[in-house]
């Protein structure tokens, strides 16, 4: 199986890597649009700045790229907010795989930090991603922004209030949490993606 891990401007490209040489795959970290189109699957990772990015995207292309993607495209954190139509982190105008508006955590109590960091539970699963086993299981975040319960939402968690823990429509995937931080719970949703 060939797995693409698409190379851009953002952090956090590595780890999904040795996460998923920890599974037996030699993923290729590429922007080679003709590698990309080709893979099996196809992981869109990011720790970052989404107008920066949305920028480094759209000047090398990528974007175009990325929304015409068939095969199963996993987004991960800013992966996932870039996937979606807007984010109000630098008013940026995003993919729009997702008919979703990316928003800032505003903190309602003095004990409410931002950004969010830390392990959560998740909750009702919608997604090929999951399995019932993973119900209420803990995951591991860290954003200061976060997209609101949805059309497309296939996974909920709280901080705050309720949001995407997951996206998923068509053969796009995403996980606002870090699968490949999330021990042997992240390491079950990688295998359920690449099983896709």
């Avoid at 590698?35 to 000047?59: C, N, Y």
């Avoid at 015409?68 to 995003?94: F, N, T, Y």
Wanted: aromatic share 10%.
């Amino acid at each position: 199986m060939e797995v693409a891990i698409i190379k851009y401007n953002a952090g956090n490209i590595y780890s999904v890597d040795f996460a998923l040489k920890r599974l037996g795959i030699q993923p290729v970290i590429t922007a080679d649009k003709e590698i990309l189109q080709r893979a099996d699957k196809v992981i869109f990772p990011g720790v970052g700045e989404a107008q920066t990015t949305m920028e480094h995207l759209k000047s090398n292309r990528l974007d175009e790229l990325i929304r015409e993607l068939k095969q199963p495209v996993l987004g991960i954190c800013l992966g996932m907010q870039l996937m979606c139509r807007h984010s109000e982190e630098g008013d940026a105008d995003c993919l729009g795989v997702f008919d979703a508006e990316v928003k800032r955590f505003i903190p309602e109590r003095q004990e409410e930090k931002v950004p969010h960091m830390g392990w959560n539970t998740l909750s009702d699963m919608r997604s090929a991603l999951f399995t019932a086993e993973q119900e209420e299981q803990y995951v591991y975040f860290v954003h200061s922004y976060y997209v609101p319960v949805n059309a497309c939402t296939a996974a909920t968690t709280r901080y705050i209030l309720p949001f995407s823990a997951a996206l998923h429509k068509d053969n796009f995937y995403a996980t606002q949490f870090h699968p490949e931080k999330s021990g042997s719970v992240g390491e079950t949703i990688l295998k359920n993606f690449l099983n896709l």
